[in-house]
């Protein structure tokens, strides 16, 4: 089965460049995390989506990040203009939502390493 | 608000001895708690979960944790870890009820490294 796909892996750019970092969801989940991992602050919640719709964004560093997902099948981060602080390994992660339920696994992608010189 | 604090950045031991990673969370409401491994260069996996009822929860590759509510911790333990244990270990709570418990608050992570 194919799990949450993250690309690019890799992405080195140049400060002020503007950077998309894309994510497929498993297919049938309908709940989608944006993560940012860095050692000094570990991992942070970025955004949520449900059934597409960003339901809380207050992780959301400032203006110049920005997140969508136009289906159930793609999401987008995108940050213009990165800076050398986005640097940082951002990780997409799926799950089905069930709101009687408790919250069911978490998918993680494997990641894109963001290195912004 | 929700808080986890895993008390060892980096718990080093031998193959074949027993592990215990320390987790405690903060919380005013009643939580759900996961355990998750990250292998290197690799996304999370989730390990185990406690949702509710028996305290003591057990996971893929051997690991279990304990649940104490009295002392705020969610303990993880391997009697005896393997060289590919080696990998990096997150403790994670989300709110138990009500329409925020999407929302999983994770610890800085504990590196374990298995010795020969």
């Known amino acids: 089965d194919a799990g949450v796909i993250q690309s690019p892996r890799h992405e080195v750019t140049e400060m002020g460049q503007e950077v998309t970092l894309r994510c497929k969801p498993i297919?049938?989940?309908?709940?989608l995390f944006w993560y940012r991992q860095t050692m000094m602050r570990g991992l942070e919640l970025l955004i949520y989506?449900?059934?597409?719709?960003?339901?809380?964004d207050s992780g959301m560093p400032e203006d110049r990040f920005s997140a969508k997902m136009p289906n159930a099948s793609f999401s987008t981060l995108k940050i213009q203009p990165s800076e050398p602080r986005d640097s940082a390994v951002y990780f997409c992660?799926?799950?089905?939502?069930?709101?009687?339920?408790?919250?069911?696994?978490?998918?993680f992608g494997e990641g894109s390493r963001l290195t912004v010189l | 608000a929700q808080s986890v604090t895993q008390l060892d950045s980096q718990v080093p031991v031998f193959e074949e001895a027993p592990v215990e990673l320390r987790c405690n969370y903060s919380?005013?409401?009643?939580?759900?708690l996961f355990w998750y491994v990250q292998y290197p260069n690799q996304g999370l996996q989730l390990l185990l979960k406690?949702?509710?009822?028996?305290?003591l929860v057990k996971g893929i590759n051997g690991f279990e944790a304990e649940f104490n509510k009295s002392q705020t911790s969610f303990h993880l333990r391997k009697p005896s870890v393997h060289i590919s244990d080696t990998a990096e270990y997150f403790c994670?709570?989300?709110?138990?009820?009500?329409?925020?418990?999407?929302?999983?608050?994770f610890g800085k992570g504990t590196l374990l490294t298995v010795n020969p």
């Open positions: 992660a799926s799950r089905v939502r069930g709101w009687s339920r408790p919250p069911g696994e978490l998918f």
């Open positions: 994670a709570v989300s709110q138990g009820s009500g329409g925020s418990n999407y929302k999983l608050t």
């Open positions: 406690y949702l509710s009822g028996s305290t």
């Open positions: 989506f449900n059934n597409n719709v960003p339901i809380d």
């Open positions: 919380s005013s409401v009643s939580v759900y």
């Open positions: 297919s049938g989940h309908n709940s």
